[in-house]
């Protein structure tokens, strides 16, 4: 199982869509390649844009399928994290 | 082209401003102002800012400001970014003086920069601060990535004891939302490319639901809903349109957000003098600040429902004959 820490690199509030888009790259991917399962950190991370998290998750979903979230976990999220992790799962399940 | 700073334009009233701008000779430009007094929303001296660095200053013919609230403007930074000496001379007030100067951002780096400093500036609760960091965060990202502009966002907020209210107002002078639109839409009015570009889950950068890597279509729906369930007004002018969402009723307890932004209560232009770019403003009461947790529900709701429906609308049977 790899950890990866957002607050390090994103602070209290997660926008910038470049950092989201280096941990899916360096990080996520290539640890979902080495079918390894993957626990994304929000601790001390109290709010987060639609936009980060689209850049964060939606290609992993896109390219692997949504079952894909059955190897990543979402763990110490706000009440407003949860919510934008789900408005983004929720609309790239609905896309064509 | 010119531009009248007047007695008052806030997003309610500011029409007028918008109609008398005149866009014509568009290598010039002649500022001027009312003599005794202007009281202006943030987004009218981010939208002169914006000419102004397009222009460059040898290109500026600004008018010698008489009004007695001159020095508003010389401490919001407009005369620095017109490149203008204004001899006004003011005392600098403690950081907390609760509004943001005019700031270009002009990347990624100096928005997340200006984002960490701007709440202190502000002295936002926790819970007013959420909605305004999320608003000024994907305003900032849509100029960075749709704009085209090489001046980036120009932008300024100001909080008003009176109403309890942050203003902000951001503004650039790229492609505009009709010629980002039609990337990969049919949009062939500016109105109908805000509307579009109002509406979850439609950007210019793919036709494909879910949109691409980096964009879903989703900043400014979540920026009026943020808005409307405040009761705020919220207004975006590119090319000749304008859309503005009007106050609704604060009486009314079940709020209901539209993906068609036409079905919310507003006004609208189509033949405003040309903007080349975008420009929005946006009020949040923070009086009214409804937790955001509760817009991310209602949020939640429309825009999968609408993503739905859509998807409903492109779906064909085959025809047996």
Redesign the interface.
């Given at each position: 199982m790899k950890t990866i820490k957002l607050f390090p690199v994103t602070g209290s509030f997660a926008e910038n869509k470049d950092v989201a888009r280096d941990i899916r790259v360096k990080e996520i991917i290539p640890s979902i390649d080495k079918n390894e399962e993957v626990t994304l950190d929000f601790k001390y991370v109290d709010s987060a844009t639609q936009s980060f998290i689209h850049a964060l998750i939606s290609d992993i979903i896109r390219n692997y399928g949504i079952e894909i979230l059955d190897k990543i976990f979402f763990k110490n999220c706000s009440d407003t994290v949860k919510k934008i992790i789900n408005i983004v799962t929720d609309y790239m399940q609905e896309r064509d | 082209m010119k531009i009248h700073l007047p007695n008052s334009a806030f997003l309610g009233n500011i029409d007028p401003f918008f109609r008398a701008f005149d866009c014509s000779h568009p290598h010039k430009l002649e500022i001027t102002a009312n003599k005794k007094w202007i009281s202006v929303h943030p987004v009218v001296l981010s939208m002169v800012a914006a000419l102004g660095l397009k222009i460059g200053k040898s290109n500026i013919d600004c008018e010698k400001m008489e009004a007695a609230s001159k020095h508003y403007f010389e401490r919001m930074g407009l005369f620095k970014f017109l490149g203008i000496k204004s001899d006004i001379t003011i005392t600098e007030h403690e950081p907390a003086g609760r509004f943001i100067p005019l700031t270009q951002i002009k990347n990624?780096t100096e928005?997340?920069k200006f984002?960490?400093e701007m709440v202190p500036l502000l002295h936002l609760e926790?819970k007013q601060a959420?909605p305004i960091?999320?608003i000024v965060?994907?305003l900032a990202?849509n100029v960075l990535e749709h704009s085209q502009s090489e001046f980036g966002a120009i932008l300024s907020a100001q909080y008003y004891q009176k109403s309890n209210t942050i203003r902000i107002g951001i503004a650039d002078t790229g492609i505009g939302i009709k010629k980002s639109i039609n990337q990969s839409h049919s949009a062939p009015t500016d109105l109908e490319a805000i509307r579009l570009a109002l509406t979850p889950?439609i950007t210019g950068t793919t036709r494909?639901?879910?949109?691409t890597?980096?964009?879903?279509g989703?900043?400014l729906f979540?920026i009026k809903s943020i808005a409307k369930v405040n009761h705020d007004f919220f207004l975006i002018y590119s090319g000749k349109a304008m859309y503005k969402l009007l106050k609704s009723n604060q009486e009314k307890s079940r709020i209901r957000l539209y993906a068609d932004p036409l079905k919310d209560r507003h006004s609208i232009d189509e033949n405003l003098p040309f903007w080349n770019g975008t420009i929005v403003g946006i009020d949040i009461s923070l009086d009214a600040t409804k937790e955001?947790?509760v817009l991310?529900?209602l949020?939640?709701e429309t825009?999968?429902k609408t993503?739905?429906e859509r998807?409903k609308a492109r779906y064909r049977r085959p025809k047996f004959i």
């Open positions: - | 990624s928005l997340t984002i960490t926790p959420e960091r999320y965060s994907e990202r889950g494909k639901e879910g949109g890597e980096f964009n879903a989703a900043g979540f955001f947790s991310l529900d949020i939640r825009y999968v993503v739905k998807k």
